[in-house]
């Protein structure tokens, strides 16, 4: 599912501006699909291109003129065909991750200074995913509910496990930091080869 697809599936629930549109990303989909005025704003003029959306303007003191879209016809269609043919991914990409696999090569005060980082960016996400939550009522869709919980639930289990391992993951550092002679351990690696 692309950012085009998605910011159909929000015009689906009701017309927006592209500041509107951003503001979701950076709200209700920062947790799991962040998206900035550069990937949204041609997203919206392709749309509108394709016929699934229609713009109005809105004129301004002072500022160019607003744009609303509003999803057509044939986008609620392109919409509903996107949810039914897409066979979702779920990618995890994580810088964080791919050092903490070298943690042993770490200095510990570095590696306790990006546990610190991670596990704050963890909590200011579950602060985030449950203010949105706070503002559920019976009328937000149950997907929407389901998301939230979802991420507030991955956040936790991800900070729960963070402080529960970190003190093992520290203490190899340090162990390999003053190892025997002062050398770091070398890990073998083997990669597979074809014939």
Same mark, same amino acid.
């Given at each position: 599912?692309?950012?085009?697809?998605?910011?159909?599936?929000?015009?689906?629930?009701?017309?927006?501006?592209?500041?509107?549109?951003?503001?979701?990303?950076?709200?209700?989909?920062?947790?799991?699909?962040?998206?900035?005025?550069g990937?949204?704003?041609?997203?919206?003029?392709?749309?509108?291109?394709?016929?699934?959306? *229609?713009?109005? +303007?809105?004129?301004?003191?002072?500022?160019?003129?607003?744009? /609303?879209?509003?999803? $057509? @016809? #044939?986008?609620?269609?392109?919409?509903?065909?996107?949810?039914?043919?897409?066979?979702?991914?779920?990618?995890?990409?994580?810088?964080?991750?791919?050092?903490?696999?070298?943690?042993d090569?770490?200095?510990?005060?570095?590696?306790?200074?990006?546990?610190?980082? *991670?596990?704050? +960016?963890?909590?200011?996400?579950?602060?985030?995913?449950?203010? /949105?939550?706070?503002? $559920? @009522? #019976?009328?937000?869709?149950?997907?929407?509910?389901?998301?939230?919980g979802?991420?507030?639930?991955?956040?936790?289990?991800?900070?729960?496990?963070?402080?529960?391992?970190?003190?093992?993951?520290?203490?190899?550092?340090?162990?390999?930091?003053?190892?025997?002679?002062?050398?770091?351990?070398?890990?073998?690696?083997?990669?597979?080869?074809r014939?």
């Amino acid at each position: 599912m692309d950012v085009k697809t998605l910011c159909l599936g929000l015009l689906s629930i009701g017309e927006a501006c592209g500041y509107d549109l951003k503001k979701e990303f950076e709200s209700t989909f920062k947790h799991f699909y962040p998206a900035g005025y550069g990937s949204i704003y041609p997203a919206l003029a392709d749309l509108a291109e394709n016929g699934f959306v *229609r713009c109005r +303007e809105i004129p301004q003191e002072g500022k160019p003129d607003r744009k /609303i879209y509003r999803i $057509t @016809d #044939a986008g609620r269609r392109h919409f509903r065909n996107a949810l039914c043919n897409t066979s979702p991914q779920h990618k995890l990409r994580s810088e964080f991750l791919a050092m903490l696999y070298f943690a042993d090569r770490m200095e510990p005060e570095h590696l306790s200074v990006l546990l610190d980082e *991670r596990l704050e +960016e963890l909590r200011a996400a579950i602060v985030d995913i449950d203010r /949105i939550e706070q503002r $559920t @009522d #019976a009328n937000t869709a149950a997907g929407a509910r389901f998301v939230a919980g979802f991420g507030a639930f991955v956040a936790r289990a991800a900070a729960d496990y963070i402080e529960t391992n970190r003190e093992a993951l520290l203490e190899q550092a340090r162990e390999s930091s003053t190892g025997a002679a002062g050398k770091q351990t070398d890990r073998t690696v083997t990669v597979g080869t074809r014939a």
